[in-house]
């Protein structure tokens, strides 16, 4: 079993920034991809951000692309999300994911077998 941790929501105002940080633990294997994805009240979960093992392969969803960024040291079984220009339709919990699969990385679809965390709050303000 692995284990996912996420830290680093709060409150900040727009233009504000933060950084997000997603451990994992457990019985963790090497060659496992890591994405964000967020959840705003009364909405579907979606998709923000993906890295694969090597960082070689990197998504983003279209409305985070030049503010958001992605990250991962493996060293520390520890994915990134960096968060600039933040604005208010980006507050929700956000969520870190693992998978093993080879395929659907940058896609929710590609965590349906994988392993989730608990979530962290981050609500932007005007």
């Known amino acids: 079993q692995v284990q996912l941790v996420e830290s680093g929501g709060g409150l900040v105002q727009a233009g504000g920034s933060l950084r997000l940080s997603c451990a994992a633990s457990?019985?963790?294997?090497?060659?496992?991809?890591m994405g964000w994805f967020r959840q705003a009240p009364g909405k579907e979960r979606e998709f923000v951000a993906a890295?694969?093992?090597?960082?070689?392969?990197?998504y983003y969803t279209d409305s985070v692309k030049g503010r958001f960024t992605i990250s991962r040291v493996n060293a520390k079984n520890t994915v990134y999300l960096q968060m600039n220009s933040l604005k208010p339709e980006d507050t929700a919990v956000y969520y870190c994911?693992?998978?093993?699969?080879?395929?659907?990385?940058?896609?929710?679809?590609?965590?349906?077998?994988?392993?989730w965390g608990q979530g962290t709050q981050v609500t932007v303000s005007s």
């Open positions: 890295i694969s093992w090597t960082g070689g392969n990197i």
């Open positions: 994911a693992a998978t093993f699969s080879r395929y659907g990385v940058g896609s929710v679809q590609g965590y349906d077998n994988g392993y």
């Open positions: 457990g019985r963790t294997f090497s060659n496992y991809a």
